[in-house]
C-alpha cells in the first residue's frame, strides 16, 4: 500500500536549535517527495521537492531535506530554527505521471521555544 | 507566477442547503484540478481529481453526489457540497497542475466550511 509516516506528531524545539522532520514513505513507483508547511487556518506552502538528481535538496527558508532511497526516507532539516517557523508541516508523495496527486502524511506540528 | 486563489476562505451555511467553492488558476492554465478535504489537526485526503473538460474521478468512499466538481475552463474548478449537514463542515483544499510545467501542483489557501 501507499503511505506516508510522519513518526513525530508533536515535536517542541529550542529557537536557535537545529531540526530534523522525519518523513517514510511506501510507494509502488519512483516516488516524487515534497515537504511542505502550513500556518494555522492557511493553505500549504512547499517548502521542497525532490524529483531526481541530486539526494540533497534545498529548499526556502533555510531548510534542506535529504532522499535516502535505502530507507525510504526523506527528512527535512534545519540547521537553526527560529520561532517563525512553528507550525504544522507535512511530507508527501506522488508520481511523475501524476505530481499533484498526493499522498500526505499525518503532519508534525512544530513548536518553537523562546 | 503559479497562484492558485479560492473563494470563499471562510462559510457558514445552514444545513440542507449547499455551498460552492471556486479554485482558480490566475497565472496558468491547469488541466488538472485536486480538491483535498482536512479535519481538525489531520492530514489532508483527497477527495477527487478534477479534469477540464470531464468528469472528475472520485477516490473511494467520497460520494459524486454530495460532493460535486465541475471544472469548466482551464483556470476554474468548482467544489459544491449539497445538502450540507455538520459533518461536512472541514478544511478544503484545492491544488492545480501546470499544464505546461506539470512538475508539481499549486494550492490554494483553503476553505473553511462551517455548517449549522
Known amino acids: 500500500a501507499q503511505s506516508v509516516t510522519q513518526p513525530d506528531i508533536h515535536i517542541t524545539v529550542s529557537e536557535g536549535a537545529s531540526l530534523e522532520l522525519r518523513c517514510n514513505y511506501s510507494y509502488g513507483a519512483t516516488p516524487y517527495l515534497f515537504w511542505y508547511v502550513q500556518s494555522p487556518g492557511q493553505g500549504l506552502q512547499l517548502l521542497l521537492k525532490y524529483f531526481s538528481g541530486d539526494t540533497l535538496v534545498q529548499g526556502i527558508k533555510g531548510f534542506e531535506a535529504e532522499f535516502k532511497r535505502s530507507q525510504s526516507s526523506f527528512n527535512l532539516r534545519k540547521p537553526s530554527v527560529h520561532w517563525s517557523d512553528a507550525a504544522e508541516y507535512f511530507c508527501?508523495?506522488?508520481?511523475?505521471?501524476?505530481?499533484?496527486?498526493?499522498?500526505f502524511g499525518q503532519g508534525t506540528t512544530l513548536q518553537v521555544k523562546p | 507566477g503559479a497562484v492558485v486563489s479560492q473563494h470563499p476562505s471562510r462559510v457558514i451555511c445552514k444545513s440542507g442547503t449547499s455551498v460552492k467553492i471556486e479554485c482558480r488558476s490566475l497565472?496558468?492554465?491547469?488541466?488538472?484540478m485536486f480538491w483535498y478535504r482536512q479535519f481538525p489537526k489531520q492530514s489532508l485526503m483527497l477527495m477527487a481529481t478534477s479534469n477540464e473538460g470531464s468528469k472528475a474521478t472520485y477516490e473511494q468512499g467520497v460520494e459524486k453526489d454530495k460532493f460535486l466538481i465541475n471544472h469548466a475552463s482551464l483556470t476554474l474548478s468548482t467544489l459544491t457540497v449539497t445538502s450540507a449537514h455538520p459533518e461536512d463542515s472541514s478544511f478544503y483544499i484545492c491544488?492545480?497542475?501546470?499544464?505546461?510545467?506539470?512538475?508539481?501542483?499549486?494550492f490554494g489557501q483553503g476553505t473553511r466550511l462551517t455548517v449549522v
Open positions: 497565472d496558468f492554465q491547469a488541466t488538472t
Open positions: 491544488s492545480a497542475r501546470d499544464a505546461v510545467r506539470g512538475t508539481e501542483a499549486f
Open positions: 508527501a508523495v506522488g508520481a511523475l505521471s501524476n505530481t499533484g496527486k498526493l499522498i
